[in-house]
């Protein structure tokens, strides 16, 4: 049995098919896709999802949170599930394989083994979650799943309360039905998710297959500058306290310090803008927007010191007010030891060259890991890019990342 | 005749009157003042004026630019006129000094001087000059008054064409009229303009009295620093091409470069649009709004130089693409010499403490000075506050101004 399950391959010519037909759902002309949670598009797609489930054979199932799954009874009755997912939902104007691919490959895992005829020690489910990419909140579906979502991180979703509250009754859903979807850990065997990298290491390196060891946690703060709005003409530039000075040294000094001293950690100052912003008069006021990531909780308190440390330094340096606002904080995740053994263990068997690596974006699986056995597994992106139409993976990596969730999946329900 | 005009001094008591009454017309609450050209403040202070002039017994008149005039007729038959004056317009939010006392100043003149019943060897005639602050179009009285008024300054003015359509035509003007508001030079015996300094040197350096030698060029212009946006948490620190680092390296260069190279020119950073300005996405692009002033066409040119091929490093040295756009360009304007010795002459003969300075704010003198003799007199700003409710002038100060805006008049009109 160990040896008849070692051979199981997906079908690579299929997988394609129905990855190139889920891109067509929300394709934008430049190759790109624009499919945001609850839009047309999305609903389009997992409505595909359903379709292409219910053809392979696989039951379907919609949780309170949304969730979309399709379900494979092949573990004992009233045995755990292994969960295999990630999103359909894209960032606008976003990629074709961010996501997508790790719902299409989830779908075809279920559909070989099914196929297989085989019987495993867990059930298995192909869950395409909701809004990861927090189009009204991130991580909406998987959070939800987990009953972590609080209130307070649905209070006021980005779209705004009214558009949000009409996407959740359009999809047959409300607030009470995400607040109460959440399932019991004792259920769930682990959670396993094929991802994109989304940047540019293993594509470098050589490397077919990343494991992830952990998710970075970030914090993300509105910091101000505040000077003195003075005539751009009649104020000499030694009697100026001149905002724009604060915040464009503040922002070269993060850069340089992260660099210098967190070689493994990113800060981005992402947004400035100015009062009042024009051109005859010294910028009174420049808000700040700034996040920072890291691999542990060590890490993210020393660069806040740091930064923060930065901030009133090159404040000061120009005369200038300070206000700090932390907007997010968003905890790391370590993966699963023994999940992370059966992904290299899978990759390894199937002759691909693997590496560890963390991951500097959030997914779904940083949700999951608190409540269950969670990993991740990585394939390489080209150049990097990703939130945009220049995503790309290649096809044989896809296939790779695909055998490798096969694979890794059946170790961890053996 | 000679001695009986030198003891000529303005009504101050009627003076201050006519400044606090003005002063009401748009008042703010925190003691500034609101009336951009063409708003309803704006012509109620035109009303007001024009109802001073006539209790006064000056003619008035309006001419195709809107500009409102006091005239005394007191020079001999077909004599040129010489013109004081300055404007009722504020910026939005602004403060009582700024224009208000130059045009109540040169009402008070004509008032002294009829009372007087001498005769000169000019006319004179005190002008509230239309938008000067540029509400619609920059100096537009001024302009229109020298036939220098161009089609292309009122293509696009700033309140949008149909809404300055609209003002124009209430003010019963239309393009025409402006257009051909133009005065002959010969009929004009200079133009003298009494106004704070808004900046802090005359205060910090106890003088009475600013003779204006120059009114600065300025040169505007929009930088864009071009990168790519990436994923904020994917990409290392070293990978990205951020737009952010261009431009705030490029605000710190040129503060540092214009104090050290130009000491007595300014250089502003005004305004930094982001794109797309998110918190986890590095910025692909950084829009910056910069201007500079200098005292002549030398320095403009040599900053100019300078400043773009600072922006150009700044650029390389983060692999960022580069693209300028001159906006507006002003050529710096010189002050006529007999006008300054006139009121240098005028300032002696009162006790008071001048000095020479340039003026780093644009003014309607700048417009004047290409076609007749043209001298500014400035008086001290407290803390060189302006274009804010803050500003202010003692009442001293304004008083010594208007003397010497007086007796430099009766010298240039003898």
Redesign the interface.
């Known amino acids: 049995m160990e040896n008849a399950l070692a051979v199981l391959r997906v079908n690579a010519g299929r997988f394609r098919t129905r990855f190139d037909a889920l891109s067509a759902i929300g394709a934008t002309p430049d190759g790109g896709l624009d499919r945001p949670a609850f839009s047309i598009a999305h609903r389009l797609a997992r409505g595909w999802y359903f379709e292409q489930a219910e053809q392979a054979g696989l039951e379907i199932r919609v949780d309170g949170a949304g969730n979309h799954s399709a379900l494979l009874r092949c573990g004992p009755a009233g045995g755990p599930t292994l969960l295999l997912g990630s999103h359909l939902d894209s960032v606008p104007n976003g990629g074709r394989f961010d996501g997508a691919l790790g719902v299409v490959a989830a779908l075809e895992v279920l559909q070989v083994v099914k196929e297989a005829g085989f019987s495993l020690g867990a059930h298995l489910e192909a869950v395409d979650l909701t809004d990861e990419e927090g189009h009204f909140a991130n991580f909406l579906g998987s959070l939800g799943m987990t009953g972590m979502l609080d209130a307070g991180h649905i209070e006021n979703p980005r779209g705004g309360r009214e558009r949000f509250r009409r996407a959740l009754e359009d999809a047959g859903m409300d607030e009470g039905t995400l607040l109460s979807a959440g399932r019991d850990p004792r259920s769930l065997a682990g959670y396993l998710e094929l991802h994109i990298?989304?940047?540019?290491?293993l594509a470098e390196h050589g490397d077919d297959i990343g494991i992830v060891t952990n998710i970075?946690g970030?914090r993300?703060f509105k910091i101000r500058f505040l000077g003195r709005?003075?005539?751009?003409?009649?104020?000499?530039?030694?009697?100026r306290l001149?905002a724009?000075?604060g915040?464009?040294?503040f922002?070269?000094a993060v850069?340089e310090r992260?660099?210098s001293e967190y070689p493994r950690a990113?800060?981005?100052?992402?947004?400035?803008v100015?009062e009042p912003?024009?051109?005859?008069?010294?910028?009174r006021s420049v808000v700040l927007?700034?996040?920072f990531?890291a691999e542990d909780e060590t890490a993210l308190d020393a660069m806040e010191t740091e930064l923060m440390r930065l901030a009133r330094a090159e404040a000061g340096r120009f005369g200038l007010g300070l206000d700090v606002q932390m907007?997010d904080s968003s905890p790391p995740a370590s993966m699963n030891a023994g999940v992370q053994e059966a992904i290299g263990e899978a990759a390894e068997m199937l002759g691909l060259r693997y590496t560890f690596l963390h991951?500097?974006?959030?997914h779904d699986a940083q949700c999951l890991a608190p409540i269950c056995p969670t990993g991740m597994i990585f394939v390489p992106s080209v150049s990097?890019?990703?939130?945009?139409a220049k995503e790309l993976t290649s096809w044989q990596d896809c296939v790779n990342g695909a055998n490798t969730l096969l694979q890794a999946a059946l170790l961890l329900a053996r």
Chains 1, 2 share one sequence.
């Open positions: 990298e989304q940047g540019p290491r970075v970030i993300s709005a003075d005539h751009a003409g009649t104020t000499p530039m030694d009697r001149d724009t000075l915040a464009s040294a922002s070269l850069r992260v660099m990113v800060a981005t100052v992402g947004n400035m100015f912003g024009v051109f005859n008069v010294v910028p927007s700034m996040e990531r907007l991951s500097g974006a959030g990097g890019f990703s939130h945009s």
